[in-house]
């Protein structure tokens, strides 16, 4: 697919298809009335008889134009005059993306990017156009035999702009291209069969980016590494599998030798089974995405690398799984972490912070300016935020600000739950340092206090996606999320 900047002039351009915006009570666009009137009244003639009302992501295509340069015209439903803004936008969008998935026609120009939206400007709204198409043009077919042919032709989509918008929107299709390609594998990585996506998997894939940039270097370290190093929390969790573990982390040097890096850290349980604690039957199949913390990771040190970011960046991933054995851990076992606590494994289910606790400790030797977890974490997340948003919690306001805020701008929110010490002091083990489950109450947030425990005194940020990585029902899927936060993150100038 690719993209390209137009300047205006829709009465004159040629396409197969003019992507117009109508508001809701008929309205008209200007793009609309300027096609309006050079088709004496075509489109006025649809929103007067109400086949089309306005309301964000109605869509209706026009295939009779006549005279007019453009062979069809796709209406789209914008909402009320006056009051579009980003998320109606969005929405607007994924829908005329979704129409035109499906069409048969090779090009398109969208001209949805002329309108006023609130807080949005040429740069965001480019952003938005590419990285919409992608989500919604996203199939993953490659465990299929035969492969399912793809029900659209387009090729080309211009983004109408104004010549003073011409450079921010051609930077918005840049970082946009690179971001979708993140989210795609992200997606990818977490659709894959919990069979085929292995701890080795993971490494290969790791490989694979690492070879695009001179600027990256990649370490794997493997079972007896991580004995040696000292990690007990994430060999219990590995012990009951016939997989070796794998530890991944891979570096991108895009800033100066001495700026401190980024650290992020992806949880990669590449198989939840709950270990001898182990989950009920239904939707089982489910933690197959236990990696998409991980999927993440490996998505945003891609597409920072493709970007050129001026960044140092380091991505860590625990990858192991977690499976239920004679050699497997028990419910009882007190194992000693990397940071020297000692941990009392009362579920084996809560595995995800025990990879992640020596990961933790782990990224401490690169001195980091911040770390920034990513997690499948607690099923007691998707009861507190549900499907919508991503938790967040933090030892710092100043990081858990800039986060919230790079989600709202990109569209993949987030919201912060309280971390107060109290909440610690429901881990206590009467036998060890600490326990790794802390009972029913406040389930997410007790899981992040069991982390905090590692971080020392960096500043760091850790992300539960367990409701938002992937989606239920029709659409079954990963979604790539939380990779648009993190890059909105890191473009902010981490
Ligand atoms: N990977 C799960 C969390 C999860 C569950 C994510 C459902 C998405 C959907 C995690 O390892 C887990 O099992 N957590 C337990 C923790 C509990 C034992 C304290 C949970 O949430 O039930
Ligand atoms: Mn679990
Ligand atoms: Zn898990």
Known sequence: MKFTVNTPGATRQRTACAIVGIYAD????????????????????VTRNRDIRGEAGETLLLTHTGKLPCKRILLVGLGKPGKLEQRGYRQAMRAACTALGKAGHIDAINYLGLETVGDTDAYRKARIAVETWHEASYRFTTMK??????PGRLKSMGLACTTADRKKSLEGVKHATAIAGGVALARDLGNLPPNICTPDYLVKRAQAIARKSKKMRLNALRAADLRKLG??????????????????????????????????????ITFDSGGISIKPGPAMDEMKYDMCGAASVLGVLQAAAELNLRVNLVGIVPACENMPSGTATRPGDIVRSLSGQTVEILNTDAEGRLILCDALTYAQRFKPSVIIDIATLTGACLIALGRVRSGLLSNS???????LEAGQNAGDRAWRLPLDEEYGELLKSPFADVANIGGRDAGTITAAAFLSRFVGKTSWAHLDIAGTAWVQGNNKGGTGRPVPLLMEYLLQGA
């Open 26 to 45: 008929g309205t008209l666009s200007d793009t609309a009335k300027a096609l309006d009137k050079a088709s004496g009244g075509l489109i006025s003639d």
């Open 145 to 150: 035999s035969a492969p399912t042919p793809q």
């Open 231 to 268: 990690m007990g929390a994430l060999l219990a969790v590995t012990q009951g599998s016939e997989l070796p573990p794998r530890f991944i982390v891979l570096q991108y040097r895009g800033g100066t030798p001495k700026s401190q890096p980024v650290v992020l850290v992806g949880k990669g």
């Open 397 to 403: 306001d100043e990081l858990a600000t800039a986060l």
